[in-house]
Structures are given as C-alpha cells and as structure tokens.
C-alpha cells in the first residue's frame, strides 16, 4: 500500500517562499515520472509540475520561472521549491505519479499566499 506524505506547506505573504516535501513508501518511486498537483477551494485538482526518473522536467504555465521541481531517488522523495508566490498559489498541494497514477492521494499540505 503506498504511502505519500506531503509537507513544508503554510501561510506566506505575497513574493514570499515555501519548499515542500513529498515522501513516498510502499511503492516504487525511481523508475517513473513524478508531479505535483494543487487544488484550491471550489476548483479542480491541476499539474503544477512534473519530473521524469531521469530528471527531465515541465511546469504548468502558471508557475514556470518561479516553481522548481526536483527528485532525491536515494530517498524517495519529491520537492518543489516555490518562489515568488502569488495569492493565486493559495491550495492543498500533492504528489502523485503520473501514470500509472497511485489511487490513494496523500493529506496534501496547505499552501496560504496572503498579506
């Protein structure tokens, strides 16, 4: 049974930054590509960013130049450092694989960009 255990979520004002943290157990992490979703109140769950095993990655439009995405196979771990945060950043962060996809998601880690 996979675990995914999301956090380094908060409150941060607007320009300010997080970097969050995705552990992952019971499954196997190395060989696939991995994302990280959000979902913020009243909208669906989108791709922020994703991760191939070997490194390669993409960003939604919405948070390219400011998200960064990274891998620590070592330790099955995913992060994403966020700079520059917008009050629209403001959801429930979560990991995932992409395909094929885990069904059980993670707790998410509350991410809240307000002054």
């Known amino acids: 049974q996979v675990q995914l255990v999301e956090s380094g979520g908060g409150l941060v004002q607007p320009g300010g930054s997080l970097g969050l943290s995705c552990a992952v157990s019971?499954?196997?992490?190395?060989?696939?590509?991995m994302g990280w979703y959000r979902q913020a109140p009243g909208k669906q769950r989108e791709l922020v960013a994703r991760i191939s095993s070997g490194g390669i990655t993409m960003y939604a439009d919405s948070v390219k130049g400011r998200f960064t995405i990274s891998r620590d196979n070592a330790k099955n771990t995913v992060y994403l450092q966020m700079n520059s945060l917008k009050p629209e950043d403001t959801a429930v962060y979560y990991c995932?694989?992409?395909?094929?996809?885990?069904?059980?998601w993670g707790q998410g880690t509350q991410v809240t960009v307000s002054s």
């Open positions: 995932n694989r992409i395909f094929p996809q885990w069904t059980a």
């Open positions: 019971g499954s196997i992490f190395s060989g696939y590509t």
